[in-house]
């Protein structure tokens, strides 16, 4: 037993090494934790959950947005690239599909009010409240429904 909590327990900071980050908790992407640790040798199950747990934060996207975007002043970095804003530069957040709400998630805390005008579709289901950036909702992965079609039009 020993050599496989050892080898969990290199499995996870092999995961957080790849993405930059340092141990942290389990970040709640696995809503059932609580079932699945109420049974069976827990001790396994709570890292091999731990492992999962870390994997899923690599993959994402808001978190991803968060480690290359970065606003210091007038300063906004994305990965490589410096833009400097003061001469008025507008900022536009447009996007549709699965990961859209967190990714605009994301850029609305970083960006704040230096979003000139937002808008992105993401399914139902995904709530939130965004500050700066409108939300259309629509249905998925079925045909756009009335409300995606409305959104469509508007990001023409």
């Known amino acids: 037993m020993p050599g496989v909590l050892q ?4 499995a996870i900071r092999v ?13 709640g992407y696995i809503k059932n ?11 396994l199950r709570r890292l091999a959950l731990d492992i999962a747990e870390a994997a899923i934060s690599c993959a ?12 210091d ?10 833009f400097d804003l003061k001469s008025g ?3 536009f957040v447009i996007g ?9 998630n994301a850029l609305d805390q970083i960006l704040g009010g230096r979003i000139y005008r937002g808008l992105i579709t993401c399914k139902y289901g995904q709530h939130g ?21 409305c959104a469509q039009t508007t990001l023409s």
Not at 33 to 43: F, I, P, Q
Not at 63 to 69: E, N, Q, S, T, Y
């Open 96 to 104: 549709a599909g699965k990961a859209t709400f967190s990714i605009a």
């Open 15 to 27: 995961v957080h090494e790849m993405t930059h980050h340092e141990p942290r908790p389990p970040a």
């Open 129 to 149: 409240q965004l500050d700066h950036i409108g939300i259309h909702h629509a249905t998925h992965p079925e045909l756009s429904n009335w409300c995606g079609m």
């Open 89 to 91: 530069q507008r900022i």
């Open 73 to 82: 002043g007038d300063v906004l970095q994305v990965g490589e690239k410096t």
């Open 7 to 10: 080898g969990a327990m290199s």
């Open 33 to 43: 934790r609580k079932t699945l640790l109420s049974a069976g040798n827990v001790e």
């Open 60 to 71: 994402d996207p808001g978190l991803a947005v968060r480690r290359h975007v970065s606003l």
